[in-house]
C-alpha cells in the first residue's frame, strides 16, 4: 500500500512538471534545428563459444536434479566450448538519425530515430525464382529519444527533460543508453538535473512496463537520484539510491477457492511487488599521472520475481521470501608515463556478489515441508559494461570476481592501442550431481540422491584482450578487437553467473576460445 501510494503521489507531481513545461513550450519560438546521426557497422566473429544454431543445449537433465531449485526444468547451455562445432559470425549495422530543435525562453526538444539489423535481415528477392517480396518490416526504425527540454527554469540552474530519453548515470556502470557497443537503450522518463559548478544532482522516474487495466498496481517502475561533489581538484565525489519497483502478480498455481485459501494458510504461493534497491558511490579522480576510478554499491529489498523462479524440480512452489543481499564493485587504476606514446599502465578489478543455494543438504532431501530458497545475485541493471567479452559479457555476468592488468599506448595523435590480460572467479560455485567419468562421458552416481553432489569449481580462467584504434578524422574511427580465453573448470563445467546470475556457462569440451570483431563509427 505504501509503495503503491508513493507511486501515485510520485506521478501526480511529475504530470505537473509535465504541464508546467507544456505550458513554458507554448510560449516559445523556433530559433535553430540541427541534423545528425550515427552509423555504426560492426563484423563479429565466435570460436569455439556457443551451442550451434545458438539453441540452448540441456547439460543436466531435469530428472538428476529431483527436488533442486534450479532455477529451471534442467540446467541448460548456451555455452559449448568444443572445437568440434560450428563457429558463429554475423555483421551488424545500427543507425541513428536525430534532429534537435532551440527555442526561446530556454525550451528545446530533441528527435532521434534508430535502427538496428543483422545483414541479411530483410532481403527481399528469390534469385532461384527472380520473385521479389516485400520487406519484413516489424522490427526496422524506433523512435530511440523523443523529449523536451527547459533550461535554467526559475532562473536556476535547473532542468527538466521530459519524454524518451537515454539515461547515463556517472560512468554507467549500471545505467547507461548501450545494451552492446551497437545496440541501445533508453527510457520513457522525467529527468531533474541541478548543475552548478559544486555539485550536480540527477533525479528520475521511469516507466519501464505499462500493463493498462490488466491490473490496478502491476506497472514495472524505475526511480533514480544521482548526486556528485565536484570542488576537490584531486576528487569527485558520487553518491547515488535506484529503485526498481516490479508489481506484477505472480502465482505458481491458480486453483479453486478452497485450494487457494490453503496456500494463503500456510504461507504458500504469496508473491509481493519486487523491490530492487540500490544504493551506491563513486571516487574518482586524478592526482599527477595517477588516475582512480572506484565505485561500490549495494543491493537490497524483496527479490519476488526472482524467486517465483526457483521451483524445485517435481514441485510446485517457488521462493516467495527471496531477498536481494549482494555487493558490487568496480575499479580501474592507472599511471601514464611522460615518455614516448604516453604508455599508461593500469589494474582493473571487479566483483559481483552472489549465491547459489541450488544444492540440497540429506535433512532437505527428506524434509517433506522442504521450502525452496533463490539463488540471488547481484543484479546489473541497464549497463553494457563487458569484462569477459569471449564469455560474453554484455553487462549481465553476475556471481563473479575478476583481476587483470593492462597498458594503452598511443603512438600517433591517430593511432591508440590497449592490451589486458585478466583472470575470473566464480563467487559462488554450482555443485553438480556426483558423477564418475567413462572416457568424455560423466554418468550420474545415483540421480534420485540428489543431495549427493560433486564440488563445483570457481575458476573461470584467464582471458588475453586487446585493440587497435584508428582516429581517421574527429567524425569517423575503426576499432579492430581481438580475445583469447583459456577456460578452466568452472567455466567448461559450468556455474552460474550468466544473466545476472540465473544462466549456466557449462560447455561440452575444455578448447580455447575466440572473439573477433571489427567496427566503424561515423558521426555526422
Request: net charge negative.
Amino acid at each position: 500500500m505504501g509503495n503503491t501510494l508513493f507511486g501515485g503521489i510520485l506521478s501526480r507531481v511529475l504530470a505537473g512538471m509535465a504541464c508546467l513545461l507544456a505550458t513554458q513550450s507554448a510560449f516559445a519560438e523556433l530559433q535553430n534545428v540541427d541534423i545528425g546521426g550515427e552509423l555504426r557497422m560492426r563484423y563479429r566473429y565466435y570460436r569455439n563459444v556457443f551451442e550451434e544454431d545458438f539453441s540452448p543445449t540441456i547439460r543436466i537433465p531435469g530428472f538428476f536434479l529431483p527436488k533442486r531449485p534450479i532455477g529451471a526444468p534442467a540446467v541448460v547451455s548456451l555455452f559449448d566450448w568444443n572445437g568440434s562445432g560450428g563457429d558463429w559470425h554475423f555483421s551488424e549495422s545500427a543507425v541513428l538519425l536525430n534532429v534537435s530543435a532551440d527555442f526561446t525562453n530556454n525550451v528545446s526538444s530533441y528527435i532521434e530515430l534508430y535502427d538496428y539489423y543483422e545483414w541479411g535481415e530483410d532481403f527481399r528477392s528469390d534469385y532461384l525464382t527472380g520473385q521479389d517480396s516485400r520487406a519484413t518490416t516489424g522490427d526496422d526504425v524506433e523512435v530511440n529519444q523523443a523529449y523536451i527540454q527547459v533550461d535554467e527554469m526559475f532562473g536556476t540552474p535547473l532542468r527538466l527533460r521530459v519524454g524518451r530519453q537515454a539515461l547515463v548515470m556517472g560512468k554507467g556502470w549500471l545505467v547507461n543508453e548501450f545494451l552492446t557497443p551497437t545496440q541501445r537503450l533508453s527510457f520513457d522518463a522525467v529527468r531533474l538535473t541541478y548543475d552548478t559548478e559544486a555539485f550536480t544532482v540527477d533525479a528520475f522516474a521511469s516507466k519501464v512496463l505499462e500493463t493498462g487495466i490488466s491490473e490496478q498496481d502491476g506497472d514495472v517502475d524505475f526511480y533514480g537520484v544521482y548526486a556528485t561533489y565536484k570542488p576537490l581538484k584531486a576528487l569527485d565525489i558520487s553518491a547515488y539510491w535506484y529503485w526498481l519497483r516490479d508489481a506484477r502478480s505472480l502465482n505458481d498455481t491458480n486453483e479453486t477457492a478452497v485450494l487457494e485459501w490453503i496456500e494463503n494458510i500456510a504461507d504458500l504461493d504469496n508473491y509481493d511487488a519486487t523491490n530492487l534497491h540500490t544504493v551506491g558511490a563513486r571516487l574518482n579522480g586524478a592526482l599527477g599521472a595517477w588516475d582512480y576510478d572506484l565505485e561500490v554499491a549495494y543491493q537490497f529489498g524483496e527479490a519476488d520475481a526472482h524467486g517465483a523462479r526457483f521451483v524445485p524440480i517435481g514441485f510446485t512452489y517457488g521462493d516467495d521470501e527471496a531477498e536481494y543481499d549482494n555487493w558490487g564493485a568496480d575499479l580501474n587504476t592507472g599511471y601514464t608515463f611522460d615518455v614516448a606514446w604516453s604508455p599508461r599502465v593500469s589494474l582493473i578489478a571487479a566483483y559481483f556478489g552472489g549465491h547459489d543455494n541450488r544444492d540440497l543438504s540429506f535433512i532437505d532431501w527428506i524434509n517433506p515441508f522442504y521450502e525452496a530458497e533463490a539463488s540471488v545475485s547481484f543484479n546489473r541493471l541497464f549497463a553494457d559494461k563487458n569484462y569477459l567479452p569471449v564469455v560474453n559479457d554484455n553487462g549481465w555476468l553476475s556471481n563473479f570476481y575478476m583481476v587483470g592488468g593492462g597498458v594503452d599506448v598511443k603512438p600517433t595523435d591517430a593511432i591508440s592501442a590497449h592490451v589486458q590480460l585478466a583472470r575470473a572467479w566464480i563467487t559462488a560455485p554450482f555443485n553438480p550431481p556426483a558423477t564418475f567419468t567413462v572416457g568424455k562421458w560423466r554418468v550420474p552416481l545415483a540421480p534420485a540422491l540428489s543431495f549427493w553432489t560433486d564440488e563445483g569449481s570457481d575458476d573461470i580462467g584467464w582471458e588475453a584482450s586487446g585493440y587497435i584504434k584508428y582516429t581517421y578524422s574527429e567524425d569517423l574511427y575503426f576499432l579492430l578487437y581481438y580475445s583469447h580465453l583459456f577456460p578452466d573448470d568452472g567455466l567448461t563445467d559450468g556455474g552460474y553467473f550468466q544473466f545476472n546470475g540465473t544462466g549456466f556457462s557449462g560447455g561440452s569440451d575444455t578448447d580455447d576460445a575466440d572473439y573477433v570483431f571489427l567496427m566503424s563509427v561515423l558521426k555526422f
